[in-house]
């Protein structure tokens, strides 16, 4: 049985309190559920994405070096493109072929800036949606960047730089047979800009920070760059980091959540990759083991999705890239990944929570047709996730 509140945030503080966290007691903890009191949960995520060291000695120097470097990261990559763009725009006589706008040479500055432009769209459109049902990613944040607002700044800022690139260009949507189809952005998506009241001059929403969280990334891992769903994994991170009741750590949630993200992203970026999907670390290995795990532990369950040809891909394929992110409402997501963090085989557990969620709506599953059961795993019916997670550990203390 859970202990009362009170002594499980003891239980933590102990922890906590060590010169050398003790890894190993820190996961078991929260593994069950971290506590939202005094930050907790925010101080628990960094060290268990291997952001924060164990010696506490240490917190404050990997912070600053940390935090330094995306401001720097900031200053190269938003910063100095955008007053590039801006002085460009004041004389025209001094833009040489080199640096011409056409120049089709692929290393030319600007060939780099409209590729951007083309990935800084797609996460724009993505950002805007996160968690739609929430005002919080619309609300403005008590910590807008002060490098990017300075009123004193002319430079392109990448609001401004998709406001721009959206209402210039209409948008051409290439699909994968290579046909052609040109959009107008702002009729298409119902979500076009002007849906959203744009905030005063110096605020901006906490989309925005997302939304250059996700575009420093791109720009860093050009290999991966920006995969769709990948907001989807940096808004629990960064609202946890944003709501923390500690104010020291609530300035730093873009820099902090960068980073975790980063962490976050090395162990499963493969995920994202659609060249390693068949691979041993790629996302088809994943859900086959899904299958493989629900027939040791629930065969007529498992016959029963072969025989009406339910293949992991149709449900599996969300709920583990995007780690249930999508099948649960916010505070619930943030729950189970507590215990995801805490896995100290990382990844398993999500498997085991897949599992779980599979046999808890067996008996609905064996009665119904396809029709029916592609509905309930791709709306799942189940949303008390503290069900979820003792079934998922049943399952695991069952091997």
């Known amino acids: 049985r859970l202990r009362s509140a009170p002594l499980r945030i003891a239980d933590f503080q102990e922890v906590l309190g060590e010169p050398t966290v003790a890894l190993g007691k820190l996961r078991e903890l929260c593994f069950s559920g971290i506590p939202f009191d005094g930050g907790l949960r925010c101080l ?29 990261f900031l200053k190269e990559m938003i910063i100095q493109p955008g007053i590039a763009k801006a002085n460009l725009g004041v004389s025209r006589e001094d833009v040489t072929l080199e640096d011409h706008p056409l120049n089709p040479n692929p290393d030319s500055r600007w060939n780099t800036y409209f590729k951007d432009n083309e990935v800084l769209l797609q996460i724009d459109k993505d950002v805007r949606r996160l968690y739609p049902d929430m005002a919080f990613f619309q609300r403005p944040t008590d910590y807008p960047c002060l490098l990017i607002l300075d009123p004193q700044n002319e430079f392109e800022t990448l609001r401004r730089r998709v406001e721009q690139t959206t209402l210039k260009s209409q948008t051409v949507a290439r699909n994968r047979s290579g046909v052609t189809n040109v959009s107008s952005p702002l009729k298409s998506t119902p979500s076009s800009l002007s849906e959203y009241e744009v905030l005063p001059n110096g605020c901006e929403a906490h989309w925005e920070v997302v939304e250059r969280i996700l575009f420093i990334y791109a720009k860093l891992n050009p290999g991966i760059a920006y995969v769709q769903g990948m907001n989807e994994i940096v808004g629990p991170l960064y609202y946890t980091f944003a709501t923390d009741p500690n104010s020291e750590w609530k300035e730093h949630a873009e820099a902090d ?114 029709t029916l059961n592609m509905r309930l795993l791709q709306d799942y019916p189940i949303s008390d996730v503290h069900l979820i997670l003792k079934k998922a550990k049943e399952l695991q203390d069952s091997k």
Do not use: H
Not at 260 to 284: A, H, P, V, W, Y
Not at 338 to 352: I, Q, T, Y
């Open 44 to 72: 628990c995520w960094k060290i268990l994405l291997n952001y924060l060291p164990l010696e506490k000695a240490l917190w404050s120097a990997s912070l600053k070096k940390q935090r330094d470097l995306y401001s720097q």
């Open 257 to 370: 959540t960068f980073f975790c993200f980063t962490n976050l992203m090395s162990e499963i970026r493969d995920n994202f990759i659609k060249s390693l999907d068949d691979s041993q670390c790629g996302i088809t290995y994943k859900m086959e083991k899904v299958y493989s795990t629900l027939k040791e532990k629930d065969v007529e369950l498992y016959l029963k999705l072969q025989e009406q040809n339910i293949k992991p891909q149709f449900f599996a394929f969300r709920w583990l890239t995007l780690l249930l992110s999508q099948e649960f409402l916010l505070p619930d997501v943030i729950r189970i990944w507590d215990s995801l963090f805490a896995d100290d085989k990382r990844f398993d557990f999500l498997l085991l929570v897949c599992c779980a969620m599979l046999t808890l709506i067996r008996d609905q599953l064996l009665e119904g047709d396809f």
